[in-house]
């Protein structure tokens, strides 16, 4: 058997159709079918929800500013000024639009991956683990990327699951956000024999060797990257 | 706002509770939007001053899709009735023409007050 362990991007990827959204939606369906068994920790479902809020809160004071900006523009009897003003507005309701989307996406995926994926709780165990590991994390933080506490406590729910599962079963995690995991935070994962794989199409051909086929397509970056 | 329709016994509280906080909080009319309808009262007297299918209403933006409406959340309600509020004020959409429901609003005396505030408060039931 094979298990694949994911995180909150994994999440976001599938609710924002961002640009690892397919093959991240065959993993959903080879979970679904069977083929393989897709673990999250519960605070992977939690997460989204958090950042959802926090994105909508920011939204929402660029569309106060925005908002009054239109108004002030259509003081002006001008062409241009009125223009100016529809067009905020319109982007305003645009913006709006997509965090409804945004949400009801998301609903749907924590919806989805409940029903095909098992999902790891967080025991109390796993909480004090989860404090050693954010000890282990890297040291610099890049634009405020990182280990956060939420990243160490998944970690330490997907250690835990996997040093308790059948020896038999081989494992993989797909970390989105590779510049969390110290070489420590790795060291312990290739000792609950976890393999780390970064991106889908790091996955693939570790998942071909198993017999099971992840199609990754050309993501809008590879493109760029190759020409 | 409300994501869904709503039953008599919430409406007729929700006014209630509005009569008691309107002295505070300076408010003259309470609206209700729901995703069937769009509902106003003049809070002193308790008179409904305007209702409209909300996605008749709401149609000029949403680009005439009433899916839109059906699935909107609280804040994308509460979105669409400050694009229409600014629409009455200023027709940022209807340009030349009167706004969706604005003959309704000016009968309901409800116009001039939403032109002259500075703004209007939207919140989640």
Known sequence: ?227 | MAASGVSASVVSAQLELMRELAPSVGMRYYFLVTTDLVRGWDVMSGAQVFSAPTDTLFAAYTGNDDAKVRGAGPEYLAGLTQAWLADLSYHWQSRDASAPGEGDMQRGGVLGLVRSAAKAVTASL
């Open chain 1, 1 to 227: 058997m094979i298990r694949v362990y994911a995180e909150t991007p994994f999440v976001l990827q599938l609710a924002l159709r961002q640009e690892h959204f397919e093959p991240c939606k065959q993993l959903l369906d080879l979970a679904s079918s069977g083929t393989i068994v897709l673990a999250l920790p519960l605070v992977a479902l939690i997460e989204p929800l958090n950042t959802m809020r926090l994105r909508a809160s920011k939204r929402n004071e660029l569309q106060n500013s925005w908002s009054v900006e239109a108004r002030q523009l259509s003081r002006t009897d001008e062409p241009a000024y009125r223009d100016a003003a529809s067009a905020l507005q319109l982007a305003l309701l645009k913006t709006l639009e997509m965090a409804n989307d945004e949400r009801k996406n998301l609903n749907h995926v924590i919806a989805q991956i409940g029903s095909c994926a098992t999902i790891l709780p967080t025991t109390v165990d796993r909480f004090a683990e989860s404090y050693i590991i954010e000890g282990k994390g890297p040291t610099s933080f890049i634009e405020g990327k990182g280990l956060t506490s939420l990243d160490a406590l998944g970690l330490a729910c997907i250690l835990d699951d996997a040093r308790t599962i059948d020896e038999a079963t081989d494992r993989a995690l797909l970390a989105f956000d590779r510049r969390a995991i110290s070489p420590q935070i790795l060291e312990d994962l290739k000792s609950a024999r976890i393999k780390v794989f970064g991106t889908p199409d790091q996955l693939a051909p570790w998942l071909a060797s198993k017999g099971v086929p992840l199609t990754v397509p050309l993501t809008n970056a590879d493109r760029t990257d190759g020409s």
